[in-house]
């Protein structure tokens, strides 16, 4: 079992509409989350980092997480073509000195 | 300009023939690492580093060496390359392991 989970996709939607992506992460212990964004042919960047179990709000985009349930997600609301790219969601392993990265999810927003 | 450099860029080299990938980073950062990324395997840590002259091991080491002499540098080893280690290749920073990481542009290693 994948220390992170993704599902790889593609995840296709119209532009304009809500865009959720999930993770899930085996390790009880972690304690920080990352999602990146990498476009194709380019280094992932820092979209989102969540610490505390809830909600975590940027712009469109909105970070959740839930520990009891080892699950992470990120919603990109009213999204745009601009937003097609591949999402990584990370996390720190419990011993606080690995990131682990979930193999991505692919997003299409269709114009 | 805040980054992290990583130099060659582009790199095809035969079996056996030792070769460094370069990795600077201009922060101050103290964590850095090294990851592999393979299609449908995703972003795998090889190494990673909490401060200089402190390195472990990621989660795919084998085959690779690292050095952590100065703050700034973080230069990947490869003493015999082998085709199995063609990917692309990511140096990464950050000012500590809990805190955002910064890519470099990465490096795409082609062994024959």
């Known amino acids: 079992q994948k220390e992170v989970e993704q599902n790889s996709g593609p995840l296709s939607v119209p532009e304009g509409a809500i865009a959720s992506l999930n993770c899930t992460y085996s390790d009880r212990g972690s304690q920080s989350f990352f999602w990146y964004r990498q476009y194709s042919g380019k280094s992932p960047e820092l979209i989102m980092s969540?610490?505390?179990?809830g909600d975590k709000e940027d712009g469109r985009f909105t970070a959740q997480l839930n520990k009891a349930s080892q699950y992470v997600s990120l919603l990109i609301r009213d999204s745009q073509p601009s937003d097609s790219a591949t999402y990584l969601c990370?996390?720190?392993?419990?011993?606080?000195?690995?990131?682990?990265f979930g193999t991505g999810t692919k997003l299409q927003v269709i114009p | 300009e805040a980054q992290v450099t990583q130099n060659p860029r582009y790199l095809i080299t035969v079996t056996g023939k030792k070769l460094t990938v370069t990795c600077s980073q201009n922060?101050?950062?103290?964590?850095m690492s090294w990851y592999r990324q393979d299609p449908g395997l995703g972003l795998r840590q090889i190494y990673y580093s909490m401060n200089v002259e402190v390195t472990d091991k990621g989660d795919v080491p084998e085959g690779y060496k690292v050095s952590r002499k100065e703050k700034r540098n973080f230069p990947l080893i490869l003493e015999s390359p082998s085709p199995n280690q063609t990917s692309l290749y990511f140096c990464?920073?950050?000012?500590?392991?809990?805190?955002?990481?910064?890519f470099g542009q990465g490096t795409r290693l082609t062994v024959v």
């Open positions: 990464a920073s950050s000012m500590t392991v809990n805190t955002e990481a910064f």
């Open positions: 990370a996390a720190l392993s419990g011993g606080y000195q690995k990131v682990t």
């Open positions: 922060m101050n950062h103290e964590y």
């Open positions: 969540i610490y505390s179990n």
